[in-house]
């Protein structure tokens, strides 16, 4: 209908006057409708498809299974062939040749319920009708609803579920509060506004750092211009701030339960390669003499207690050689009872990394080592001295 009739009459009554174009609207608006009649025989197909097959939940008849397949036939058979048919798979699933056989039982007697329906001329006429009509037979014997438990959730499966959720809340909060500061800490070091105008001390010293740079490159201010910016961009880039750091995939709570193991493994294997070295007399690293030193001291807590001085010392004296070690506590015996403090003296000292670093808190292990290299470095764009 639409490709032969409503396409070419449509195409008739909005004709243009040209012969060419006249042609050349009527194909396409024929094939419109070709495509338009395969969209409705798609349409068709799925509605003869997801119509409701007929299941006998009320066993009026074989069940749920088919009586006509239950004997293996089609529903044009005969009655020779349905006797037939019942004759031989009687015999092969009879209790009496599958003694203890409980699915040659079960078999025999849905065989048994099939020929005793298609025997009946009344019985198999109403099969056939409702099977053409399954409607009817519900309206009849009334509405089936199969019940069925979904699957318990597993436990595991729920937790890793919520730390997953849980980590990736993390990540975009911790990673909005970062974008925030650094966004805040170089409008105010671009504009150069005063600690009491919105800035703070950290962001002038960046736009002073800044300007050396530019000041460097070129003469031309319009150069100057834009080498402040990225020098600017540059350095607020490097900052590293504890408050607001930036978030790593690596930190996250479900990253570090899977990379568990690993970590269990990576550290009985650097404790190993440690202990081979000192027995071979080794040179150690000074990530591995900052372990073994922390070993000394009674832990990570007591290395962060001392100053950048002692840990330098303690490094380039090579006291993770347990005699070297012995000899230097000797002159700080007040280092072995002290608890996550500072010792006395190291407050000017103290006040300078904090400022540095514009947070706060005390400098993490893996962020004095960073510094530490690149003091040895004398790397450009370096905020702490």
Not at 198 to 215: F, I, K, M, Y
Not at 228 to 251: G, H, T
């Amino acid at each position: 209908l639409c490709c032969w009739v409503l396409s070419p009459s449509w195409c008739w009554v909005l004709r243009p006057q040209d012969k060419k174009k006249r042609a050349m609207r009527f194909g396409v608006t024929r094939c419109r409708g070709l495509v338009l009649f395969g969209v409705l025989l798609l349409f068709a197909a799925e509605e003869v498809a997801a119509k409701a097959k007929f299941k006998d939940y009320w066993n009026k008849f074989c069940g749920l299974t088919d009586c006509y397949s239950e004997l293996g036939l089609y529903p044009n058979a005969t009655k020779i062939q349905i006797k037939r048919a019942y004759r031989n798979l009687s015999l092969e699933y009879h209790p009496d040749k599958n003694p203890g056989n409980r699915v040659a039982a079960e078999k025999f007697r849905r065989v048994a319920r099939a020929n005793e329906v298609l025997s009946s001329d009344e019985e198999r006429k109403k099969l056939d009708y409702y099977t053409e009509n399954p409607g009817e037979y519900f309206q009849l014997y009334g509405s089936y609803v199969e019940m069925a438990y979904a699957p318990k959730s597993s436990v595991v499966t729920v937790m890793l579920f919520l730390l997953a959720f849980t980590s990736c809340v993390m990540y975009v909060l911790q990673k909005s509060k970062h974008d925030q500061f650094v966004a805040k800490l170089e409008r105010a070091a671009t504009l150069k506004l005063p600690v009491t105008g919105g800035g703070t001390v950290e962001s002038l010293e960046l736009r002073r750092r800044a300007d050396e740079l530019a000041a460097k490159s070129s003469k031309s201010k319009k150069v100057q211009k834009e080498e402040l910016k990225k020098a600017i961009k540059q350095l607020v880039r490097d900052y590293s701030n504890d408050e607001f750091p930036e978030p790593k995939f690596s930190e996250l709570p479900v990253v570090k339960l899977f990379t568990l193991p690993y970590s269990y493994i990576s550290t009985f294997v650097l404790a190993a390669k440690i202990e081979y070295k000192k027995f071979k007399n080794l040179d150690l690293s000074d990530d591995e003499k900052q372990i073994v030193i922390e070993k000394y001291l009674g832990g990570p807590d007591k290395w962060e207690a001392l100053t950048d001085e002692q840990q330098d010392y303690l490094i380039a004296n090579d006291c993770a050689v347990k005699a070297n070690f012995n000899a230097w506590i000797k002159d700080h015996p007040d280092l072995l009872d002290q608890k996550n403090t500072k010792p006395n003296g190291s407050s000017s000292h103290a006040e300078t990394t904090t400022n540095a670093n514009g947070g706060g808190a005390n400098l993490t292990t893996k962020a004095k080592r960073e510094l530490r290299q690149r003091r040895k470095q004398q790397a450009s764009f370096v905020i702490d001295d």
